[in-house]
């Protein structure tokens, strides 16, 4: 699910030892991106360490939000040496920020996405990534709408998620 990806997100930049890692989130009152904020606060805080605001920004998973984003954290903490990115284009957006500002990725930021699309193997930096089993997400979907037009019964389910290691992170 979205807490557990973005937990695995964020503590495998733990484990690479990167120690300001900044939050780039799709639009803030999503609730998919609320979970996902959720799981990167608490690998944070397991690590005993603390989210800060100045680490964290949000765009709308276009890749024109991803650029402004990235501008917006390296501008507000210029010391960042990891971001957890909320979609891959928008991680590739920020990924061409960092560059852009003479940094390295990985070896000055770290850099990981999330759902694994076709673009992040493909890039020229193919991307550290957070794959969902889309799917059957779907599957799901569709099985529990269906149960609500038929009962009006709510159902929520989950899914499981990995972390796909490539050469950003």
Do not use: C, W
Request: charge should be positive; hydrophobic fraction near 40%; proline fraction near 2%.
């Amino acid at each position: 699910d979205n807490i557990t990806g973005g937990m695995l997100a964020t503590q495998h930049l733990i484990q690479l030892g990167r120690k300001r890692i900044a939050f780039l989130g799709g639009l803030s009152d999503d609730l998919t991106v609320q979970h996902r904020y959720q799981g990167y606060e608490k690998a944070l805080k397991e690590a005993g360490r603390r989210a800060f605001s100045k680490l964290v920004a949000y765009g709308d998973y276009s890749y024109i939000s991803g650029l402004g984003a990235m501008q917006r954290l390296l501008k507000q903490s210029p010391d960042l040496d990891a971001v957890f990115v909320n979609s891959d284009l928008m991680a590739i957006a920020a990924i061409k920020v960092i560059l852009e500002s003479g940094r390295r990725v990985p070896d000055d930021v770290a850099v990981v996405g999330y759902d694994d699309v076709s673009i992040a193997l493909y890039n020229n930096l193919p991307l550290t990534t957070i794959r969902q089993n889309v799917p059957l997400a779907g599957q799901l979907l569709a099985q529990n709408l269906i149960r609500y037009i038929k009962t009006g019964e709510v159902t929520h389910v989950t899914t499981s998620v990995e972390l796909v290691i490539r050469n950003s992170a």
